[in-house]
């Protein structure tokens, strides 16, 4: 079975700092898709970053990095400059024929 | 681009009346995706459709609950009868065509609530 973990349910940075949100996941397939997705409370589903397993470089978008380990089944997301609007539920999620989402992590950003 | 479009928004029902909710995907986009989110399970994968076609509803909790997808643009998910335990937020969600299947675009979701 495939499964995603997220260990720090709950997570708290300050603003413009930095912080690094883990996640695991466990599978027997050699080609599959990583994401981060944002749920602020509105409730909307907002993809963060995606990384293809086959791409040994890290995917990035702006402030938001991922550092992808395949021999670990590690892809953990940092945010640098971290502003007050990122605080919301953050899910990893993989996906070969279907999407499997984490728990989840929630991240405050304090002034 | 409209988006995924779910109606409604809200639903408040009674225990045992039938639920109706609505999915319109994007257009082009061949594969949908029903989830349903609850403090306690997290965001789980109901039933996916590839082609208006169902492939995978291993987690379709049971039967009271039904999908369907008549068109390549329109979905359902009903659930008869509705009982409190069935309170959440239920996500539909598409994606592209095959070699493009890689992102999945969400709606805004529909918060239930039975009484």
């Known amino acids: 079975a495939q499964t995603v973990t997220q260990s720090q349910p709950e997570m708290s940075v300050q603003e413009a700092e930095t912080v690094t949100l883990s996640c695991t996941y466990d599978?027997?397939?050699?080609?599959?898709?990583l994401f981060w997705y944002k749920q602020p409370p509105s409730r909307q589903m907002i993809l963060v970053i995606r990384q293809e397993a086959y791409k040994q470089q890290n995917a990035t978008e702006n402030r938001f990095s991922v550092n992808f380990q395949k021999a670990a089944k590690s892809f953990s997301l940092k945010i640098s400059d971290s502003q007050l609007g990122d605080t919301a539920m953050y899910f990893c999620a993989f996906m070969t024929d279907k999407l499997i989402f984490g728990t989840g992590t929630r991240l405050q950003v304090f002034p | 681009d409209a988006g995924v479009i779910q109606s409604p928004r809200h639903e408040v029902t009674e225990m045992g009346q039938e639920v109706t909710l609505r999915c319109k995907p994007i257009?082009?986009?061949?594969?949908l995706f029903w989830y349903r989110q609850t403090m306690m399970r997290g965001l789980e994968l109901l039933i996916y459709?590839?082609?208006?076609?169902?492939?995978?509803d291993s987690g379709m909790p049971e039967d009271r609950f039904s999908a369907k997808m008549p068109n390549a643009s329109f979905s359902t998910l009903k659930i008869q009868p509705s009982e409190p335990r069935d309170s959440a937020v239920y996500f539909c969600?598409?994606?592209?065509?095959?070699?493009?299947?890689?992102?999945?675009?969400f709606g805004s979701g529909t918060q239930l609530s039975v009484l």
């Open positions: 599978t027997s397939e050699s080609n599959y898709y």
């Open positions: 459709f590839n082609n208006n076609v169902p492939i995978d």
């Open positions: 257009s082009g986009h061949n594969s």
């Open positions: 969600a598409s994606s592209f065509p095959s070699g493009g299947r890689e992102k999945l675009f």
